[in-house]
């Protein structure tokens, strides 16, 4: 079955400091993935996306992931986290295959709390 | 270009009545895509539509739910008889005409049902 894993809950990092929000897929072949953030009683804001290429992709707000097709890992980072960078973020994918239809699948969410 | 609209943003409820959730996509967006948010969860994909049609109605409950993108106006997402297990964030996301797998989707700021 189809699943993305965000093994963290939560990851606390001090401004300033670099920032690493895990996730993980099980997807047949090579999926595409995104990175959507979610701030309180919002919608979801697409961050950046891997569709193919330069596995380093760089995205909005100064984020990027980079995509690693042996541990099937699609980490977010940030080099210097901002206070403003507190929010809800969930990694999703989207399986490859001619019968998708597009869905999105998603991990459970990593709370992202950055502290001054 | 205005984002994805959904009204209302917050809907309550009695058990048995019904809730309409309405979706406007992007601009110039001809696919619509309904997820559902639980507490404490991520997104679950629930329908994909097209103009008057339904692609992909994996996600969704066999009872009660139902879904509609007419030829003008908005999509609809329709819940007769509410339970309490119905509470939740509904999320509707658009994105162009293309190839849908490797398109963007953009998401709408959510509609917080509560059934009381």
């Known amino acids: 079955a189809q699943s993305v894993a965000q093994p963290e809950d939560q990851v606390n990092v001090a401004e300033g400091n670099p920032l690493t929000v895990k996730c993980t897929y099980s997807v047949s072949g090579n999926p595409y993935l995104f990175w959507y953030v979610q701030y309180p009683n919002r919608g979801l804001q697409f961050l950046l996306k891997y569709i193919t290429g330069d596995n380093l992709v760089k995205g909005s707000y100064g984020f990027e992931a980079e995509f690693n097709k042996s541990q099937t890992s699609f980490h977010l980072k940030k080099p210097s986290a901002l206070v403003s960078d507190s929010a809800l973020y969930f990694c999703?994918?989207?399986?490859?295959?001619?019968?998708?239809?597009?869905?999105?699948?998603f991990g459970q969410g990593t709370t992202l709390q950055v502290k001054p | 270009n205005a984002g994805v609209m959904q009204n209302p943003r917050h809907l309550v409820r009695r058990r048995g009545q019904e809730a309409r959730l309405r979706c406007s996509p992007m601009k110039g967006h001809s696919h619509v895509y309904w997820y559902r948010q639980l507490p404490e969860e991520g997104l679950k994909f629930m329908v994909y539509?097209?103009?008057?049609?339904?692609?992909?109605e994996s996600g969704m409950p066999k009872e009660r739910f139902s879904a509609e993108f007419p030829k003008e106006g908005p999509s609809i997402l329709r819940i007769q008889q509410v339970v309490r297990g119905d509470s939740a964030a509904y999320f509707c996301a658009s994105s162009p005409l293309g190839d849908r797998l490797q398109e963007t989707q953009y998401f709408g700021p959510g509609t917080r049902l509560l059934v009381l």
């Open positions: 999703a994918v989207r399986d490859r295959g001619s019968g998708n239809t597009g869905k999105l699948i």
């Open positions: 539509l097209q103009k008057e049609n339904i692609i992909d």
